[in-house]
């Protein structure tokens, strides 16, 4: 059963082809994968003046993406910013993103996860994704790294040393059974740090594109898709047609 993903950086990146080459190590030998990032706008989104700038554009990419045959789309950060827009307007297309396929992922995997974060701004925001996809029980707590999202890759080792530090006083203190690496841009990192950590260590930029695998599955073989009469029920066409929104997204 062949595959057509789309991963989808919802900022100004340079990093296409690393995410391409990182990412498909981990696909089925079914799935083709395709990066892409926005042609404008901010280059991470730890703001939230920051993520209501880029939905517009992840919504055209949505519709262009469905147009083009894709089967799913990812939107790489795991503020998981236009999930439900995406999905509204999607008509057979796929959508996830990193914190709802990690948090799925990990309750299952034990009871209680942590979110190791960037900085303690970002916490807010992904507390009330943790309470909206109903996984609030299982949060074991968050825990920063006091770095910004362009800092995670520029000295890796020392990116990992503070990773292991918030990870065991999670572990040890908050008892945490599974930890969730709560950037994309913390890729790179998660196998070395379960042979470290001796718990499961979820890499979201991976769990995001595996999870979406899933989901492609469930809709081919079983005909399940996103209910389309109530939370992602789509604006009327002849609404968009009339208030002419149709080139917006």
């Known amino acids: 059963m062949q595959r057509k993903i789309l991963y989808i950086e919802p900022v100004v990146s340079n990093m296409a082809a690393s995410w391409k080459e990182y990412l498909s190590k981990f696909i089925s030998p079914e799935t083709e994968l395709e990066v892409t990032s926005l042609p404008e706008g901010p280059r991470h989104l730890e703001y939230y003046s920051y993520g209501s700038l880029v939905v517009p554009q992840l919504l055209k990419i949505i519709r262009k993406a469905e147009r083009e045959n894709f089967d799913g ?6 503020y998981d910013p236009g999930l439900r827009e995406a999905r509204e307007i999607a008509e057979q297309l796929v959508v996830t993103a990193p914190a709802e396929a990690s948090m799925h992922i990990a309750s299952t995997l034990g009871q209680r996860f942590s979110i190791i974060v960037t900085e303690n701004k970002t916490v807010p925001l992904m507390r009330e994704n943790v309470i909206k996809y109903g996984f609030l029980d299982h949060l074991a707590s968050f825990r920063a790294l006091g770095m910004g999202v362009l800092e995670l890759q520029v000295d890796p080792e020392e990116t990992k040393r503070r990773i292991v530090r918030a990870a ?9 059974e599974v930890i969730i690496l709560g950037c994309t841009i913390q890729f790179g990192f998660y196998q070395e740090l379960q042979g470290t950590l001796r718990v499961p260590v979820i890499d979201v930029a ?11 599955d469930l809709k081919d073989k079983h005909g399940w898709y996103f209910n389309k009469k109530n939370e ?3 604006p ?3 609404e968009i047609e009339a208030w002419k929104l149709s080139e917006l997204f």
Do not use: M, S, T, V
């Not at 065991?168 to 945490?176: L, N, R, T």
């Open 206 to 216: 991976c769990a995001a594109l595996n999870y979406a695998e899933f989901l492609i």
């Open 232 to 234: 992602y029920l789509p």
């Open 73 to 78: 789309a990812i939107i790489g950060c795991f």
């Open 168 to 176: 065991e006083q999670a572990i040890e203190q908050d008892g945490a």
């Open 236 to 238: 009327p066409r002849e």
